[in-house]
């Protein structure tokens, strides 16, 4: 059997990269949407659905602060924050260096803008070695200290929970941690609608606005936009097996922008596992259902749905669910403020809870085939591992998910030439081999190992997906 080209692989990155930024419930994911029904149709799967997922779709229309002397400084609205009316907020500004609660507990903030410099945590690639239960780095490139920052967690974003509590009036973070310059960043991604202003501003400008900040001299934020309750959709198709159990097969399709490792890469591989497969149905014993999910900068909400919808149905009949995310080339910082390729592929994680899974996932990586892997166990950073198949792996099934986390994925520089290619085959490759193991081995031997189990009650999200708890009661907000 053979499968889809990479060079047809690279086509379908290309196609869903031209729809456009594809935040949660936009045309341009709403039109990807469409475009998987299509080719799930075309590849001759069965029971084609589109299964609804309500998001807030943000469409930011202005961003930017006007400074005292008249000077412009583009910003980019904080994602599921407030928006400001047409005329924009003045208010004095206040700056708060990291925004701690010390920080924050000492200064008047009420009535004001609050200025804070946003800092990211760091990715340690010496955690992943302490952690995994196998390494796949056959010349050795994976660094023993920090890989680079996980510009994915703001480590003091707590911050405008307390400027909010406290009545600030607008909070703009400078992305002073950010590998490159520019604004424009799409975090944090919870879904979670806020009540305060917020925007971010590149690092190259911190210095013109700590100036004014440090002087409390007033300020003019504008955040301008629109948000609407949307429904968008999981795109569900099945190949026929010829027994009753199902094997899952998923991956997310919205982006924070025209992303193409984020995750047009990922859907590059569900696609062409449906078209290998959807060749020859009943050919296995079990089902394949492929979930191309939505909501991931939701809160990671696609996924959550369907285990939700489904949890009576089919939940009890999937006996394995493998995702794929993030087919990457590594970057590093630039002298110029840009990304430089390094030339290796982004350092890569397989979270993995079953042994059998594992076993068989070491046994094919081989020297030159999905290269700087490390097999990990899920819940390492929290109570669910962080990648959008994390609800399967809480809600007790045997699941496998590859996952990388390269610097752009939160920003517009996720373009073609960062999607690393010629890995695109070869994890086909990988993942029908998997599925193949999986049709050929007793639900009960996939199951050894798992840290949950089905009768667990649901996980609850992670950190990064949560407002603090005494600012919800404060608030009175619910999500």
Known sequence: MTFPTQSEMVRWIEEVVSFGTRRPGSPADLRTEEYIAQLYASFGLE???????????????????????????????????????????????????????????????????????????????AFLKQHATHIHDTDNTIPDGILHKANWLITNF??????????????????VDAPIDGCEYWVPYDGFLKDLPAVWVGREQADTLRSPAHCGERLTLFSVGETRRIESHNVV???????????????HHDAPFASAVEDASG??????????????????????????????????????????????????????????????????????????????????ALFCDSQALSARLAELLKPGVLERGLILPPYIFGPEPPCDSAPFFTAGIPSLCHISGPLYLFDPEDTLD???????????????ELIRGIDATPAAELERGLARKRTDPPAAPPHWFLPPEDYLKRMGAHG
């Open 47 to 125: 029971r084609v659905e589109k299964e609804p997922v309500p998001v807030n779709c943000c469409r930011s229309d202005r961003a930017e602060l006007a400074l005292p002397d008249g000077s412009r400084v583009p910003a980019c609205s904080v994602p599921y924050t407030a928006w400001t009316p047409a005329a924009g907020i003045e208010a004095p500004c206040v700056l708060l260096g990291s925004g701690t609660p010390e920080e924050i507990a000492d200064a008047e903030v009420r009535g004001k803008i609050v200025v804070v410099e946003a800092r990211f945590a760091d990715f340690s690639a």
């Open 158 to 175: 707590s911050a405008y929970y307390a400027a909010h509590a406290r009545g600030a009036v607008a909070l703009v973070g400078i992305l």
């Open 237 to 251: 198709g099945w190949v026929p097996g010829r027994g009753d159990e199902i094997v899952v097969v998923t991956c």
């Open 267 to 348: 859907l590059a591989v569900l696609l062409a596992l449906a078209k290998h497969f959807g060749a020859f149905p009943r050919t296995l014993e079990r089902s394949l259902v492929f979930v191309a999910s939505s909501g991931h900068f939701h809160g990671g909400d696609g996924n959550r749905v369907f285990v939700e919808t489904h949890r009576e149905d089919l939940l009890p009949r999937i006996v394995a669910a493998l995702g794929v995310e993030h087919f990457a080339n590594e970057v590093e910082s630039g002298p110029d403020g840009k990304y430089r390729l390094t030339g290796l592929p982004e350092v890569r």
């Open 418 to 432: 960062k999607v690393r290619v010629e890995d695109l085959v070869p994890a086909v490759g990988v993942f029908s």
